[in-house]
Antibody, heavy 125, light 108 residues
Framework: QVQLVESGGGVVQPGRSLRLSCAAS????????MYWVRQAPGKGLEWLTY????????YYADSVKGRFTISRDNSKNTLYLQMNRLRAEDTAVYYC??????????????????WGQGTLVTVSS | EIVMTQSPATLSVSPGGRATLSCRTS??????LAWYQQKAGQAPRVLIY???TRAPGIPGRFTGSGSGTEFTLTISSLQSEDFAVYYC??????????FGQGTRVEIK
């Protein structure tokens, strides 16, 4: 079955860096775009970044643009999120998610499914 | 950026009752809208895409409707496992992909 497993979270001081990983299995990883979404404690979901299946297209939320970098290694079936210059407000559970889609007669629907279990990043001195 | 507004923030419903959740978008997203369920301590999972198409394995008591700027998720005959937080998300105009702030469905 499709499975996504995040790792790399932890406690980090403000201004420092952290790299998250998302190991994918159960599907052809190189055929799908991937997302990172985060959820601050007690808050809602915030989309952060997206990468296309071959890595050629990347998009970022304004809140992380210039600080976070998404990448992937299709040979290792792994997605990454490099987080630099971390701030207290980056404290959250970070989820990776697979791009799922259905197209019919030229109309395509996209959604995030499945999601990994999440990894907690705490930015604190 | 398309802003998503969900209401109410919290909905109290008795087991076996019916829940009606609303999602409004700041501009038309056609039917390019998904609904997710998030149980406490778990990752979200998709319920509905295309505003009204149930994802595989989702029970028939979950019904999505609407188009344009107004959408509804109806949960009929609430089961104990349905008490959770529900989010809508648009994928019509991206980036960014945007989520509503969520509606918590709690036991009355």
């Amino acid at each position: 079955q499709v499975q996504l497993v995040e790792s790399g979270g932890g406690v980090v001081q403000p201004g420092r860096s952290l790299r998250l990983s998302c190991a994918a299995s159960g599907f052809t990883f190189s055929g799908y775009g991937m997302y990172w979404v985060r959820q601050a404690p007690g808050k809602g979901l915030e989309w952060l970044t997206y990468i296309s299946n071959d890595g050629s297209d990347k998009y970022y939320a304004d809140s992380v643009k210039g600080r976070f970098t998404i990448s992937r290694d299709n040979s290792k079936n792994t997605l990454y999120l490099q987080m630099n210059r971390l701030r207290a407000e980056d404290t959250a559970v970070y989820y990776c998610a697979k791009d799922s889609f259905y197209c019919n007669n030229g109309i395509c629907h996209k959604w995030l499914d499945p999601w990994g279990q999440g990894t907690l990043v705490t930015v604190s001195s | 950026e398309i802003v998503m507004t969900q209401s109410p923030a919290t909905l109290s419903v008795s087991p076996g009752g019916r829940a009606t959740l609303s999602c409004r978008t700041s501009q038309s997203v056609s039917n390019n809208l998904a609904w997710y369920q998030q149980k406490a301590g778990q990752a979200p999972r998709v319920l509905i895409y295309g505003a009204s198409t149930r994802a595989p394995g989702i029970p028939g008591r979950f019904t999505g409707s609407g188009s344009g700027t107004e959408f509804t998720l109806t949960i009929s005959s609430l089961q104990s496992e349905d008490f959770a937080v529900y989010y809508c998300q648009q994928y019509n105009n991206w980036p960014p992909w945007t989520f509503g702030q969520g509606t918590r469905v709690e036991i009355k």
